[in-house]
């Protein structure tokens, strides 16, 4: 009985409109005749008794529907599946562009006498007049202003740019220079516009290629920053007169072709062209605009790379080639966000290398950027730019992506929560990344160059120099192991994973660690004291247990011995115990001579004297000497004859080469002055002969 009523309460309320809206207004009186005598019959009466009810009535506002047959699980889709509506998706819209391209002749017919009706032959000659007429007005206004400025054209030719701070004061005047052109050329073409009251469709018109060309203009003036054609001195890119040339005028090519052919399609469909035409028109633009860039790759002068190598040039060109042919071939299958995402990571690598380049010339000079050159403020200046890069990219496909960024920051769903933590831990990672380099190349700085020799330390500044060149690797490898550790747990937190029980995982591993690798610890703690006490440095000749050797480089648990023969000892800074360093501040040398007891003592004193001033007075070995050559008179008497003690203080490694001077000059000067070295067969001739 109730699934009847429900069916004629439905039949009745919704066959009610239906039947006015159908039937003739004469027949009211009649259909109220009808219905009085249906609610006069017992089934109406009955009708009538269940709408009284408030639990009836409630019953049919909340299920006045029949109970609905349980749907089946919904199977997800398998990758054929998947793939077979792609595909299907893709015919569909091919087949619409290829019935689009057959009617195209009669739209765009359509369009032109819809475009005459709006605008009729003498208005439409207006419109191209005084598009005419403001683009001359705004090269009229460049001209000027180039006349204007002659004097500041005439000081770019006679800058100097010897100092990095010249070449960035120069290229500050020439931005400055570019920006009040392109602005001469907007006040010029637009300024008259702005003065009147335009008809929307003719205002929107004008308006629209004035952009058009303002972009063309904006074009020329980026390539004539940074190529320069006509003023090689001031080129900020490796490039000769033809190829800045080449790339000047196609750059502006292409950018005019994309700008003026989409505000022409923008222009069609403010006349009526359907959007199925619109979308044909674009993909016939990107398809002339490909055909240009390709055309452009191939004709472009040679790289001086592609001169060096000469397989890389084709190599690459059919690359490029390739990419562009995809890039379209995205675009008219529909794949706009994934097209868009190719231009983008196309462009960063471009970009990069046109700043960082131009980057290179201002700090080094021209042509000397050569990517086998090492520059700290260089590569700092190029990494700065390419994390910013990365950062517009990233903008760039949120947008092309049409991502709220709104919604992905006040949702909490698990796919905005993998987005918010992507883009945090991608900023993250640049950020590390630049930060680490920023400290790297800092210590790199200071590590620059050659190593400055021990002997040559004879000052503090210099001996603290030596220091840091043995402290800075010690403190790159620390620098590094914070930043990625740091970064990675970050970049963690940031896509929502807990840290917190890594940390508590990581300690405990840290303690197993510690006990099962004593040794290790204690080397490493052993040779931050050793640093710390400054007990060696790089170049410094030590002995520690029996090895001896120069400090050549060391690590976090050891440290490299050179031995004078060739060997290289790696000791662990556990194992050193006591170290004997024979290459700080200065060495005393003692040696020892004996002659005979018939010798002169003061003779031989007035003669050491003699051999002392000589050699303070020699160029090669005066400046070795930190206390000049003296005599410590007879230290003993031996059996051959009396010990004379002689001593002079040097700087630590140049003891050997004065001791050989000091022994070939007391030599030559004894046997001058007669002075007698005793020997034990002299003694013995002399017993047998007395």
């Keep these: 009985m109730r699934p009847l009523i429900f069916r004629l309460l439905f039949l009745l309320f ?33 009708i009538l008794d269940l709408l009284g009810d408030p639990k009836v009535r409630d019953a ?3 299920d006045a529907d029949p109970p609905a047959s349980v749907p089946p699980p919904a199977h997800s889709a398998t990758a054929g599946e998947m793939m077979d509506g792609m595909l299907t998706g893709v015919r569909a819209r091919l087949w619409s562009l290829g019935k689009e391209f057959v009617g195209l002749g009669d739209e765009l017919a359509g369009v032109w006498g819809r475009a005459r009706s709006q605008l009729p032959g003498s208005d439409l000659l207006r419109l191209v007049g005084l598009l005419i007429a403001f683009l001359a007005g705004g090269t009229g206004a460049q001209m000027l202003f180039y006349r204007a400025a002659r004097r500041w054209r005439e000081h770019f030719m006679s800058l100097s740019l010897l100092t990095p701070r010249e070449r960035a004061s120069a290229v500050c005047e020439r931005f400055l220079f570019a920006t009040l052109f392109l ?7 637009m300024g008259a516009f702005l003065l009147f009251a335009w008809p929307p469709l003719t205002g929107s018109i004008i308006l629209g290629y004035l952009f058009a060309f303002i972009e063309i203009r904006l074009a020329l003036a980026f390539t004539r920053f940074f190529c320069a054609p006509s003023a090689e001195r001031l080129r900020l890119l490796p490039l000769s007169t033809p190829t800045a040339w080449f790339w000047h005028r196609w750059i502006a090519t292409l950018v005019g072709t994309a700008a003026i052919g989409w505000q022409t399609i923008l222009m069609l469909r403010t006349f009526g062209l359907t959007q199925s035409g619109v979308d044909l028109l674009v993909q016939l633009l990107l398809l002339l605009v490909m055909a240009l860039a390709i055309y452009v790759v191939w004709s472009a002068p040679p790289a001086e790379e592609e001169a060096a190598k000469p397989t890389r040039g084709p190599l690459l060109r059919l690359l490029l080639t390739l990419g562009l042919v995809l890039d379209w071939l995205l675009f008219l299958t529909g794949a706009t966000a994934l097209g868009g995402t190719l231009l983008i990571v196309a462009a960063m690598p471009l970009i990069a290398f046109v700043v960082g380049r131009s980057i290179a010339v201002v700090m080094l000079g021209r042509w000397t950027e050569d990517c086998t050159e090492r520059s700290a403020h260089v590569a700092l200046a190029r990494r700065a730019v390419q994390a910013l890069i990365v950062i517009i990219a990233a903008a760039a496909l949120v947008s092309v992506w049409q991502i709220d960024m709104t919604e992905v920051t006040v949702l909490d769903t698990p796919m ?27 210590i790199d700085s200071r590590l620059a160059g050659s190593a400055p020799m021990v002997d040559d330390l004879d000052d503090e500044g210099l001996r603290r120099q030596a220091r840091l060149r043995t402290l800075l690797p010690v403190l790159r490898n620390f620098a590094m192991f914070i930043v990625l550790v740091m970064a990675s747990l970050s970049a963690l937190a940031a896509m929502g994973l807990q840290i917190g029980p890594l ?16 040794t290790l610890v204690r080397d490493i703690i052993s040779g931050v004291f050793f640093l710390l006490d400054d007990a060696f440095r790089v170049g410094e000749y030590i002995e520690s247990g029996g090895i001896r050797g120069t400090v050549e480089s060391f690590s976090l648990r050891s440290v490299k011995l050179r031995h004078v023969n060739g060997q290289l000892h790696t000791v662990p800074f556990g194992d050193l115990k006591a170290i004997t360093n024979y290459s700080r501040d200065w060495v005393v040398e003692t040696l020892r001579v004996v002659v005979t007891y018939d010798t002169d ?23 070795e000497f930190i206390e000049p050559l003296r005599s410590l008179g007879v230290q003993a008497m031996v059996d051959t004859g009396m010990q004379i003690g002689l001593t002079f203080k040097t700087r630590p490694g140049h003891q050997y080469a004065v001791r050989r001077a000091v022994f070939g000059r007391i030599r030559a000067a004894f046997v001058t002055n007669g002075i007698r070295f ?7 001739e002399a017993a047998a002969t007395a």
């Design 678 to 684: 005793a020997s034990a067969v002299a003694q013995i």
């Design 60 to 62: 049919i506002l909340h």
């Design 416 to 442: 905005t929560r993998i987005a918010r933590g992507f883009l945090e831990a991608l900023v993250i990672l640049v950020v590390s990344d630049l930060l680490w380099h920023v400290v790297r190349l800092l």
């Design 503 to 518: 940390l508590a995982g990581a300690g405990v591993v840290g303690i197993a660690v510690g006990f099962g690798a004593q």
């Design 14 to 46: 919704t066959a009610t409109p239906l039947v006015s809206l159908a039937a003739p207004a004469d027949d009211t009186a009649a259909r109220a005749a009808e219905l009085r005598s249906l609610l006069s019959s017992e089934q109406g009466t009955a």
């Design 601 to 623: 003592l003061d003779l031989l004193d007035s003669t050491v004297e003699a051999v002392s001033a000589e050699l303070m007075a020699s160029p090669a070995l005066g400046s």
């Design 183 to 189: 602005a001469a050329f907007v006040a010029g073409s």
